[in-house]
């Protein structure tokens, strides 16, 4: 049975930004167990690195409680920082230092003794692909590289507990895909809880084992990816018939045919376009051409769309988080 | 030794993992090992460039070979110096070299923070408040890191000026040493605490600390005597806490160590030291 390794209630963040007072984070509740990957997933400025920094005890909550790793954040800030790790928006690495130096430091602040540090750095550089670049400075490293390093930084410790606050963020995509390689490839092997803060709604799907959708300060899903989307988005079908009885198509696409999903057709170019909107599409698609096939009519093309994790955003907030990151 | 636990993860899978290294210290010597950690990974530039160290060595040495004949001539035997009857070169010497070392104490640990700036901006400072180190040490080590090459350097132009006339006192100067260390943390956690306040604004960082400077330098008596000056500088002066370091290590370099002065001097680095960590943490506190 998993352990409990994070457990925070009513969390409030206030900001006095002149004469006005920002609500940053509204009353946050969340557990997160032993051994999760778990990720909070919200537009810039939804208050999901505010709510990292304050379960890291960076930063004290105006009101609310959380225990990280056995400890409050606010009464035993320092029991809790040995418990974890953090790698920060920033680069980590001191720019003007060598790239062993940097990790031996990070030893010396958790008071480990020498030789414990030096073996692990050894281990960390070998492990993130860091071999050759110990001796070389933080600032001549590849942004690539320095994720790296900060990832190495962040598990210098051997933390039960890894907080990863918008790890690929300025990353190309071969970059992105590199540093969730090595951060799988540290989970699998330390066994670490993992929290993290991310925008990118690929790698919050295909990384996190749960997606906490964050936005205006407050939880507004929390759940398993596959679970969200199947709750709070529909697959699209999309099926050219080449008909114009649009009666004959929705008398075809019964109830039980589209799993209770929605039916709209519309005609274009001279033929009928049907979207499904339903849970469990691709299922669903052979049942559908089925269906129209039975009641006479000609399929000329059909396609799928899976709901994504932006279409959960839209339905909870009825915002598309992908417009507002290229926004 | 490393031990391994059993963990299952949420996803059903058991990994053996090490065990965390917990090193959980408290009191006295996690502030000292938590500073000296600190204080190591700061002096390591400087260790490895000693060329700074050199050429900021240089300044104050131009400065004491130009400045301190100026002073002769235009003083004559004027300077309060401890047997000043005349213009010689030594009592210049006696009355100049300590406030050289104040001003070089006070130039160096001000700049504590221009060095966190940067860290602040590329984001290894946040990750060294992640870390389990106590925020004194933080401000503590960072300020000795400055202060440690003066304390080299005070040495060496005190050393330096001894053919010159200048008469050392090893012990008295080694306590003024020890007091400017102090009045330096304070200083620097001060830098600290400015750096932070001027985050994403170097300008105002460097706006402040230009500004203060050099009001507390001239109203100190560092570098010219006060008694020649207008009444209110000297009432200015008075309410300048570099006035109490001035003083006292002036009379501590000349080997004095009964004069009321040099208590004063050490309340004003006790006060200093103080006052600089209390804001400098408060000021962590609320910035990161």
Same mark, same amino acid.
């Given at each position: 049975m998993p352990t409990e390794m994070i457990r925070a209630r009513g969390l409030v963040r206030t900001f006095r930004r002149r004469k006005e007072v920002v609500e940053a984070v509204k009353g946050i509740d969340v557990d997160v167990a032993e051994g999760e990957l778990v990720a909070f997933l919200g537009p810039n400025g939804a208050g999901k690195s505010t709510t990292l920094r304050m379960l890291t005890s960076l930063l004290a909550p105006t009101a609310g409680t959380a225990e990280v790793a056995g400890y409050d954040v606010v009464t035993h800030p320092e029991q809790v920082r040995a418990r974890i790790g953090f790698i920060g928006q920033g680069n980590g690495g001191g720019f003007s230092y060598k790239v062993r130096d940097e990790l031996h430091n990070q030893g010396r602040f958790y008071g480990l003794a020498p030789d414990v540090y030096r073996s692990r750095a050894a281990t960390l550089i070998e492990a993130l692909e860091l071999g050759g670049l110990e001796k070389r400075s933080v600032q001549s490293l590849s942004g690539g590289q320095r994720r790296r390093l900060d990832v190495a930084l962040g598990l210098m410790n051997h933390p039960p507990l890894l907080f990863l606050d918008e790890p690929t963020t300025g990353l190309d995509p071969h970059s992105r895909a590199n540093l969730w390689e090595h951060i799988a490839a540290m989970r699998e092997r330390y066994g670490m809880t993992i929290v993290l803060t991310t925008h990118y709604l690929d790698e919050a799907d295909s990384m996190a084992e749960r997606v906490v959708v964050i936005d205006h300060g407050e939880i507004v899903a929390d759940a398993p990816p596959d679970l969200l989307k199947h709750e709070h988005a529909d697959d699209v079908l999309t099926v050219g018939v080449a008909s114009t009885d649009e009666d004959g198509v929705v008398a075809a696409l019964r109830p039980d045919v589209v799993g209770g999903g929605e039916v709209d057709v519309t005609r274009r170019d001279g033929e009928l376009r049907v979207v499904v909107r339903t849970a469990h599409g691709a299922e669903r698609l052979p049942g559908v051409l089925e269906a129209l096939r039975a009641a006479g009519l000609t399929v000329t093309s059909a396609s799928g769309k899976q709901a994504s994790l932006d279409d959960v955003f839209l339905n909870l907030t009825g915002r598309s988080l992908r417009e507002e990151a290229a926004a | 030794?490393?031990?391994? !636990?059993?963990?299952?993860? *949420? &996803?059903?899978?058991?990994?053996?993992?090490? !065990?965390?290294?917990?090193?959980?210290?408290?009191?006295?010597?996690?502030?000292? !090992?938590?500073?000296?950690?600190? +204080?190591?990974?700061?002096?390591?530039?400087?260790?490895?460039?000693?060329?700074?160290?050199?050429?900021?060595?240089?300044?104050?040495?131009? =400065?004491?070979?130009? +400045? @301190?004949?100026?002073?002769?001539?235009?003083?004559?035997?004027?300077?309060? &110096?401890?047997?000043?009857?005349?213009?010689?070169?030594?009592?210049?010497?006696?009355? =100049?070299?300590?406030?050289?070392?104040?001003?070089?104490?006070?130039?160096?640990?001000?700049?504590?923070?221009?060095?966190?700036?940067?860290?602040?901006?590329? @984001?290894?400072?946040?990750?060294?408040? *992640?870390?389990?180190?106590?925020?004194?040490?933080?401000?503590?080590?960072? &300020?000795?890191?400055? =202060?440690?090459?003066?304390?080299?350097?005070?040495?060496?132009?005190?050393?330096?000026?001894?053919?010159?006339? #200048?008469?050392?006192?090893?012990?008295?100067?080694?306590?003024?040493?020890?007091?400017?260390?102090? #009045? @330096?943390?304070?200083?620097?956690?001060?830098?600290?605490?400015?750096?932070?306040?001027?985050?994403?604004?170097?300008?105002? =960082?460097?706006?402040?600390?230009?500004?203060?400077? +050099?009001?507390?330098?001239?109203?100190?008596?560092?570098?010219?005597?006060?008694?020649?000056?207008? !009444?209110?500088?000297?009432? &200015?002066?008075?309410?300048?806490?570099?006035?109490?370091?001035?003083?006292?290590?002036?009379?501590?370099?000349a080997g004095r160590l009964d004069d009321p002065k040099v208590a004063w001097c050490a309340v004003a680095a006790v006060a200093t030291c103080l006052v600089g960590i209390v804001v400098g943490i408060r000021a962590t506190k609320k910035v990161v």
């Open positions: - | 030794m490393t031990t391994a !636990a059993s963990v299952t993860t *949420a &996803a059903g899978a058991d990994v053996e993992r090490e !065990a965390p290294r917990i090193v959980t210290r408290s009191g006295p010597g996690k502030l000292l !090992a938590d500073t000296w950690a600190v +204080f190591t990974r700061e002096i390591l530039l400087t260790l490895r460039d000693p060329f700074t160290l050199i050429f900021s060595l240089l300044q104050p040495l131009i =400065f004491l070979g130009l +400045f @301190g004949p100026l002073l002769t001539g235009a003083f004559g035997g004027g300077l309060g &110096a401890p047997g000043a009857g005349g213009a010689s070169t030594g009592d210049t010497l006696q009355w =100049f070299v300590p406030g050289v070392i104040v001003m070089i104490c006070l130039f160096g640990t001000s700049m504590t923070g221009s060095n966190l700036l940067y860290e602040v901006m590329t @984001g290894s400072y946040e990750r060294v408040l *992640a870390t389990p180190l106590g925020r004194s040490s933080i401000l503590v080590g960072r &300020a000795l890191k400055e =202060f440690a090459p003066l304390l080299v350097q005070g040495v060496i132009i005190a050393l330096v000026c001894v053919p010159f006339g #200048f008469t050392l006192y090893p012990l008295p100067a080694l306590l003024g040493l020890v007091l400017l260390g102090v #009045f @330096g943390v304070g200083v620097g956690a001060l830098s600290h605490a400015l750096a932070l306040a001027s985050k994403n604004r170097e300008w105002l =960082f460097w706006g402040v600390q230009q500004s203060l400077l +050099f009001p507390l330098l001239i109203l100190s008596g560092m570098m010219l005597p006060l008694e020649a000056g207008p !009444a209110w500088m000297q009432t &200015a002066s008075r309410f300048n806490p570099l006035t109490y370091m001035v003083d006292g290590e002036r009379l501590l370099f």
